[in-house]
């Protein structure tokens, strides 16, 4: 049975619908084809239209327009030609049928019927704009048909020359070429006049294949590339274009991430007239006029109009005169590397405890290894059919050389996994000494969530991801480069086509890394500020509930969690996009090598091993490059750790040179002259040139309103601040002379915010197991917490919880003041200790202090004006200043004194009940 009845298929001395016959019209093998190609262009052109068209949710009017007298001459032609290939197609259908009374057997009506039918669904297809179908599919799909087209116009020619004659049939074919031509240049041209090659900083996120509508007005939507992505855009990532151009030319920022953008948009009385959406919404919004609107609307609507106006206002009332300094900028943008770093991070992490060692060790053991592989294929190669060679050698030999390959891979394995471990205790400790000796500027102006990331994160994929890919891209490139020199020495001919593939592939390597790199860099930075508000969150949820502000920190958290995975989410689209392109380039050498192997003569190479490695070259150059990738956006976390690796650290915690005597300080004098601190290099003084002497024994009051500077001359006393000017003398003693932990360890402190570690009672009061139970049950007795601690099942070894969440504010204040009186410091500090506990509690700290501190000097920051009443001397600060110094009953009496004014503030509000 034949396919179209042709005279030339019934010829019995003719090899019939023969390959060659392929641009015979006349013939069943271009039958086959052309009906093939034309049900397959036919159907893609189906399914994008039922796709598209009501997923675009247009009328009929708006689907339908011709803007153009060519895209009018495309349509009537192509669908005039259609309807004659239909009529030709039903005529011959009817002859087929009354001389056979069959339609069984596949003839020429049912080709001419396809392609009548395709140049009809054409037609249709080209009067619905092109910004509903998609540029992309639309330029496509017209080089296939014009393709087609030429082929069809090719085949008849060849039938009316050999042939002699003209036919209706080879007429309408031959039409086609014209017809195709004309929707080529209508797509062409309309797609260019649609785009307008834009070249501002929106149009690099259109995709090739937009639906964006200039036109036709409607609400807005943010959506992403990828969104608006159509078919053929989304299966071959060309929507990704824009961006890795960009990433290309220039260091990617972070609002160059496209997380949104506006789609559509018109003047308001054009959306009115053309929106329905849009009329609904203002209709929604009539009955409801004033500030009820913003605190009703959505939330994210309410936060782009506040933003809006304040926005206006600032840009109307002040312009540009208002910017803050640098100086002024406490929080400082998160540092991160731009560009290509080259081979920094790798060596960086390759100089951890001997990693070059050991990283040497496994090349060199995955180099043995596949030495042995291919001796292994090359010896059974060799010697399969050779008959000297018996068959128990043969597997011996190939065994020997399998176990030895084996031996070698468990090194590699091992070396691996000790270059891993050892990389990453050194990076931990380095970056665990870094922070904990970090000064108190550096946590002042750094968010925590910039430290949690790094710690946890970061650190985790240098602990566990970057040493295996190292190890998969070391395999997959040492293996691919192998491949490659086999099969370039089993067919050396595939040289012509391989080298220049690998140089291609390199060039396409490094055209991703130049935007992938950058990527994962902003998902780093992203992730930080996501840990930080989770983190915030976390903690103020209590206050977060009192003001009944779930809604708002929920939305910004997700919001957060958009813009971190955004990026996460283009790297990964990005390595599909090169895989992809380096997989079809694959495909191209090995099919190139099969071409020469079917040319060369026989017995000049071995066709079994060239196939064999030309196969494992596809997928072994595909991964090598795939890993090489993956290890350069793991190593960004290697960068990023190193980041806090080098944080310039406090002083010295000893200074064995300058020790300071074991019972030192004995009287406890502490001397300021000309005391001047800040917290950056850059930044203002906060303290100016305060000079005073509390001598040994007083009890020293610091008074003065928020701002002043008194926790600052506490942290100074600590040297948490480093004084820019002056000194602090502490019995003879410049505290800047001697070691953090001499200094530290030998005054108390009591602070404004009792911190307790989890732990037990005993772990809280005496860390370091200095002293006896006796002794921290005396300590307990003399904070009132002798009771409450016995009551409790475990004694001293009491649970307490993270935070000392399970103990009172009060009680933890106490247990803060039992470590004090365990160390028995000549000078103590007390930070606003009294500040957020209840009156019995502050009573019983004062009792306290003043019978078992009484030899000691006692500096107090005052919140409660009657705490510092029966202090020896007064500290006044204003502003960082010292306004007065000197007895508290004489900065009564004097008139105009700051203290005698805090002190009618205080019972002021004592006496309206505000206190």
Known sequence: MNLCGSPICSKKDVVSCAFKEILDSSTCMNHLVVFGITALLTVALALHLLIKIPKSRA???????????????????????????LGLGLWMLRISFSQDSSISQSHWWLVILAQGFNLILTSFTFSVRTRFLGATFVRFWSVGLTICAAFIC?????????????????????????????????????????????????????????????????????????????????????????????????????KDIPHGEIIQSAPYQDLLACCEEFQDLVNAHKDTIGVSDINNMPLHRAKEISTKETDDIHGSRYGESVKPSQADQLIKIEEREIGDTGLKPYTLYLRQNKGFLYASLAVISQIIFICGQISQNSWMAANVENPSVSTLRLIVVYIAIGVCSMIFLISRSLCIVVLGMQTSRSLFSQLLNSLFRAPMCFYDSTPLGRVLSRVSSDLSIADLDVPFFFMFSMNASLNAYSNLGVLAVVTWQVLFVSVPMIILAIRLQRYYLASAKELMRINGTTKSALANHLGESVSGAITIRAFEEEDRFFAKNLELVDRNAGPYFYNFAATEWLIQRLEMMSAAVLSFSAFVMAILPPGTFSPGMALSYGLSLNTSFVLSIQNQCNLANQIISVERVNQYMDIESEAAEVIEENRPAPDWPQVGKVELRDLKIKYRQDAPLVLHGITCTFEGGDKIGIVGRTGSGKTTLIGALFRLVEPAGGKIIIDSVDITTIGLHDLRSRLGIIPQDPTLFQGTVRYNLDPLGQFSDQQIWEVLDKCQLLETVQEKEH???????????????????????????????????????????????????????????????????????????????????????????????????????????????????ASNGNI
């Open 59 to 85: 009328s009929a009017r708006q689907l339908a327009a011709f803007n153009s007298p060519l895209q009018l001459a495309a349509v009537v032609f192509n669908g005039c030609l259609g309807l004659l290939n």
């Open 154 to 254: 090719c085949c008849s020619v060849v039938y009316m020359v050999g042939e002699k004659e003209i036919t209706f049939k080879a007429s309408l074919d031959v039409l086609l070429l014209p017809g195709a031509l004309i929707l080529l240049l209508y797509a062409i041209r309309h797609s260019h006049d649609e785009e307008g090659y834009e070249t501002n900083a929106n149009a690099l996120y259109k995709p090739l294949n937009t639906e964006k509508d200039h036109d036709t007005a409607d609400s807005e939507s943010h959506v992403t590339p990828f969104a608006k992505a159509g078919f053929f855009s989304v299966m071959s990532f060309w929507w990704l274009n824009p961006l890795m151009k960009m990433g290309y030319e220039k260091p990617l920022e972070d």
């Open 795 to 909: 004694g001293l070894d009491s649970l307490v919880v993270e935070d000392g969440s399970n103990w009172s504010m009060g009680q933890r204040q106490l247990f803060c003041l039992g470590r004090a009186l365990l160390r028995r410091c000549r000078i103590l500090v007390l930070d606003e200790a009294t500040a957020s506990i209840d009156n019995a509690t502050d009573a019983i700290l004062q009792k306290t202090i003043r019978t078992e501190f009484k030899d000691c000097t006692v500096i107090t920051v005052a919140h409660r004006i009657p705490t510092v009443m029966d202090c020896t001397m007064v500290l006044a600060m204003s502003d960082g200043k010292m306004v007065e110094y000197d007895k508290p009953m004489k900065l009564m009496e004097t008139e105009g004194s700051l203290f005698r004014d805090l002190v009618k503030e205080y019972w002021s509000y």
